[in-house]
C-alpha cells in the first residue's frame, strides 16, 4: 500500500531554522517531491530528491534516506512568507498514480 | 511560458447538478493529471491523461470522468453534484510520463455545491 506521514502542524520563530520530516511506505519508489503551497494557492515545486543524501538550494534544503523511507525538508532564516502548507509526494513506478502526496505539514511563522 | 491555466476560477452549483472544468496544459506537456483538494483529506489523485488516453484513475466514484484531447488540453465532469464534492480541483501538466517529472500545478478551480 501506499502511505505518507508528516506532521500536520509546525510552529516556528522568524529568523530560525525548521525541519519538516515525512516518512513513506510505497510499493515502489523513484522519488520525493516537496512543494510549497500558500492558503488559496496552488502548490509549488520546491525539490525532488532521487539519490540518498541533501539537497541544497538557497535557504531550502532537502534530506532523502531511501533506506529509511524518510526525508525532511529543512527551511533556514525563516520569514514570514514562509508560512504555508509544505507537502511531502512520492513517485513510484508501481503507484496507482504518478505522485502520492501527503497530508501537508502546515508551518507558521511567528514574529 | 504560460503555465497551467484552469477555468473557471471559480464556480458554485446546485446538488444534482453536473459541471465540467477545463485545464490547458503548460506548452510542450503531454501528461495531464487532476487532484481534489479538501481541508480533510489533502490531494486526492482523480485520474492522469496522456495522449488523449486515459492511463491511471484513483479511486473516485464513476460521476467522476475526464478526457484530453489532441492538443493535451483536458476537461474533468462531475456528474451528479454532491455536497461534499465541494473542493479546489487542481489540473497538474507534466511533459511525459516518467515517474521523476516535476508536475507543474494550475491554480485551481474552487466548486462550491449548495
Known amino acids: 500500500g501506499q502511505n505518507i506521514d508528516q506532521p500536520t502542524e509546525m510552529t516556528a520563530t522568524e529568523g530560525a531554522i525548521v525541519q519538516i520530516n515525512c516518512t513513506y511506505q510505497?510499493?515502489?519508489?523513484?522519488?520525493l517531491f516537496w512543494y510549497q503551497q500558500h492558503a488559496g494557492e496552488a502548490p509549488t515545486f520546491l525539490s525532488y530528491n532521487v539519490l540518498d543524501g541533501l539537497e541544497e538550494k538557497g535557504r531550502f534544503s532537502s534530506f532523502l534516506s531511501r533506506s529509511k523511507g524518510y526525508s525532511y525538508l529543512l527551511l533556514k532564516e525563516l520569514q514570514m512568507k514562509d508560512s504555508a502548507s509544505y507537502l511531502c509526494?512520492?513517485?513510484?513506478?508501481?503507484?496507482?498514480?504518478?505522485?502520492?502526496f501527503g497530508s501537508g505539514t502546515r508551518l507558521s511563522i511567528r514574529p | 511560458k504560460a503555465g497551467v491555466t484552469q477555468t473557471p476560477r471559480y464556480l458554485i452549483k446546485t446538488r444534482g447538478q453536473q459541471v465540467t472544468l477545463s485545464c490547458s496544459p503548460i506548452s510542450g506537456h503531454r501528461s495531464v493529471s487532476w487532484y481534489q483538494q479538501t481541508p480533510g483529506q489533502g490531494l486526492q489523485f482523480l485520474f492522469e491523461?496522456?495522449?488523449?488516453?486515459?492511463?491511471n484513475k484513483g479511486n473516485f466514484p464513476g460521476r467522476f470522468s475526464g478526457r484530453q484531447f489532441s492538443n493535451s488540453r483536458s476537461e474533468m465532469n462531475v456528474s451528479t453534484l454532491e455536497l461534499g464534492d465541494s473542493a479546489l480541483y487542481l489540473c497538474?501538466?507534466?511533459?511525459?510520463?516518467?515517474?521523476?517529472?516535476?508536475?507543474?500545478f494550475g491554480e485551481g478551480s474552487w466548486l462550491t455545491v449548495v
Open positions: 491523461y496522456f495522449s488523449e488516453t486515459q492511463r
Open positions: 497538474a501538466s507534466s511533459p511525459s510520463r516518467n515517474a521523476g517529472d516535476t508536475i507543474y
Open positions: 510505497t510499493s515502489g519508489f523513484n522519488g
Open positions: 509526494a512520492v513517485t513510484g513506478y508501481s503507484s496507482a498514480s504518478k505522485i502520492i
